[in-house]
């Protein structure tokens, strides 16, 4: 977070107008941020891949904090950056599967660990399944309607620099 004036400790990301896995540019504009002087665009400060955002919209961040990272544009796959399953979760004691009712993100999407990613209904909860980690989806393995074991991978999640679909 740059320094936006003498008097200013901190803003508010108020939009990200690139998101995880876009290529970037030094310069380019990067993401809006609101503070009780200015309001104004941040620049990428160098060219790569956005790998990770660290402040939310609508999150304070204080002058000087890292709001995001920025990779080399083909870096080299680090074990925290590898595949990650999705699998189905014990949805109580006596749930031995459920039945994927709807996904809410497509193939090629970012994900952001946590966020809403596929509903689940059982005989006895229906619910939405979070993503584990934030990256790419790379592949969905258990269709709507179809019925998966607790313990069954539903989806891969590539990292944040693969295929990601450009909006």
């Given at each position: 977070m740059p320094a936006l004036g003498e008097?200013?400790?901190d803003g508010v990301v108020t939009r990200w107008l690139k998101s995880v896995?876009?290529?970037v540019k030094a310069g380019e504009p990067l993401l809006e941020v609101s503070t009780d002087k200015v309001d104004t665009e941040i620049e990428a400060p160098a060219s790569g891949v956005l790998m990770k955002i660290?402040?939310?919209e609508g999150e304070t961040a204080k002058v000087g904090a890292t709001l995001a990272i920025i990779g080399p544009p083909s870096p080299v796959p680090s074990p925290a950056q590898t595949n990650t399953n999705v699998t189905m979760p014990a949805l109580?004691?006596?749930?031995?599967?459920?039945v994927v009712t709807r996904w809410l993100k497509s193939v090629g999407d970012v994900v952001k660990a946590?966020?809403?990613l596929l509903e689940v209904s059982t005989d006895k909860v229906d619910t939405e399944i979070e993503a584990p980690a934030?990256?790419?989806l790379m592949k969905i393995l258990?269709?709507?309607g179809e019925t998966a074991k607790v313990g069954a991978t539903l989806a891969i999640?590539?990292?944040p620099n693969s295929a990601a679909k450009t909006n």
């Open positions: 008097t200013v400790s896995g876009d290529v660290l402040v939310d109580g004691e006596t749930v031995s599967d459920g946590g966020e809403p934030s990256g790419v258990v269709d709507e999640i590539g990292p």
